[in-house]
């Protein structure tokens, strides 16, 4: 497993959930569209209206959150080797991998799972200027970097 590919992975992972999120977000235009051409006036079809509204709303709030995450992964430059980690690290500890650039969570690429990490997120920031060999504690947990990438 390479940065490369783990950055690829991370891009794929938020492009398949922004897909996913413009979706729904057309069916419910399309649903509100068929609503609204059968309802009648009246308290219930304004209520349907303004439930449809504030769906549409939140989705497209969840659909710019994600397309921010991916310009700031698209923004890392992977071809960059770290010897000190910091955004765009790949990092290898005892207690699994790390990639420090967005808080996506866990991604598994061919049966490998890793962190997708936040440099702001606590732990990110506790791994931010640690070398191979540095530990860290962490949720009473101690961390041994193996290696960074």
């Known amino acids: 497993m390479n940065k490369q590919e783990v950055h690829i992975e991370a891009i794929n ?3 398949q959930k922004i897909d996913a999120l413009t979706k ?3 069916e419910a235009l399309n649903a509100a569209a068929a609503d609204d051409a059968k309802s ?3 308290d219930k079809h304004e209520t349907a209206v303004s439930m449809a509204q504030l769906e549409q709303e939140k989705i497209t709030k969840q659909i710019n959150t994600l397309l921010e995450q991916k310009r700031e992964l698209e923004k890392i430059n992977t071809s960059i080797p770290h010897k000190i980690i910091q955004k765009g690290s790949l990092i290898e500890t005892n207690n699994g ?3 420090l650039s967005i808080g996506i969570g866990l991604i598994k690429h061919s049966n490998f799972p890793f962190f997708c990490l936040s440099p702001q997120a606590p732990l990110g920031q506790l791994l931010l200027g640690k070398k ?3 530990t860290i504690s962490f949720n009473g947990k101690t961390t041994a970097i193996k290696n960074i990438f």
Request: glycine residues 6%.
């Open 13 to 15: 992972f938020v492009q």
């Open 24 to 26: 729904i977000y057309k």
């Open 40 to 42: 009648s006036s009246g």
């Open 97 to 99: 991998w790390f990639y």
């Open 132 to 134: 191979t060999k540095d």
